[in-house]
């Protein structure tokens, strides 16, 4: 069982930076509690327009499947989906640099 690491690009609704900020800093430690992560720590970092990218590591594939029927990961996914878009890293200006630069969440 390998891991899965994964690279998402939340946008916040309008109004809503903040609130997802919060969100994104609680996620991990959600999925940990139902053991769907492994310990490799996150990373955290803004893109210019204020979209929130997040990098972490799902135990396995298998793990990312049971999430989608887990009532307490749907709750969450719920939370996000009130507070921004999920889109397309080729979506981000960054994504078209030699070196994609983001700036780290503090």
Request: proline letters at 8%; hydrophobic letters at 45%; one cysteine or more.
């Amino acid at each position: 069982m390998a891991g899965r690491i994964v690279i998402v690009a939340y946008r916040p609704k309008p109004g809503c930076g903040e609130a997802l900020r919060a969100l994104a800093r609680e996620h991990l430690t959600i999925l940990k509690t139902r053991s769907l992560v492994t310990d490799r720590p996150p990373v955290l970092m803004a893109a210019r327009d204020g979209t929130v990218v997040e990098v972490f590591e799902w135990r396995s594939r298998e793990a990312i499947e049971s999430a989608h029927s887990d009532p307490a990961i749907l709750a969450l996914w719920e939370r996000y989906a009130a507070v921004c878009d999920y889109l397309p890293l080729a979506n981000l200006p960054e994504a078209s640099d030699l070196f994609a630069e983001f700036t780290p969440f503090s």
